[in-house]
């Protein structure tokens, strides 16, 4: 069988389900987290999540707290973008974009 005929008849994953797998190693691998970082980008939606990246000088990742936790970390309130946090979190994967979050 030729290469481009091996290509033609082997069954790539499609995206949605590579980030699934990508997601269930991350779970498997990683149950919560904890990391220390800057906040940038720091906005409150309208539904009372909070959405912001936590940077250091070579890396950013993007975040989340959501309304139900925020209510239980009441600090949040008083974050602003420069502050360096320590968090412990949950590590995912934002299917929908790719993101690890």
């Given at each position: 069988?030729?290469?481009?005929?091996?290509?033609?008849?082997?069954?790539?994953?499609?995206?949605?389900?590579?980030?699934?797998?990508?997601?269930?190693?991350?779970?498997?691998?990683?149950?919560?987290?904890?990391?220390?970082?800057?906040?940038?980008?720091?906005?409150?939606?309208?539904?009372?999540?909070?959405?912001?990246?936590?940077?250091?000088?070579?890396?950013?990742?993007?975040?989340?707290?959501?309304?139900?936790?925020?209510?239980?970390?009441?600090?949040?309130?008083?974050?602003?973008?420069?502050?360096?946090?320590?968090?412990?979190?949950?590590?995912?994967?934002?299917?929908?974009?790719?993101?690890?979050q």
């Amino acid at each position: 069988m030729s290469r481009k005929q091996t290509q033609q008849t082997q069954k790539y994953p499609e995206v949605s389900e590579l980030l699934s797998r990508i997601k269930a190693l991350i779970h498997q691998q990683f149950d919560y987290v904890a990391v220390r970082g800057e906040i940038t980008n720091l906005t409150r939606s309208s539904a009372g999540h909070y959405y912001f990246s936590l940077s250091d000088s070579k890396s950013l990742i993007s975040s989340v707290l959501f309304k139900g936790d925020s209510l239980r970390v009441p600090l949040i309130k008083s974050l602003k973008n420069g502050d360096v946090v320590d968090c412990v979190a949950e590590l995912s994967v934002y299917e929908k974009r790719g993101n690890i979050q």
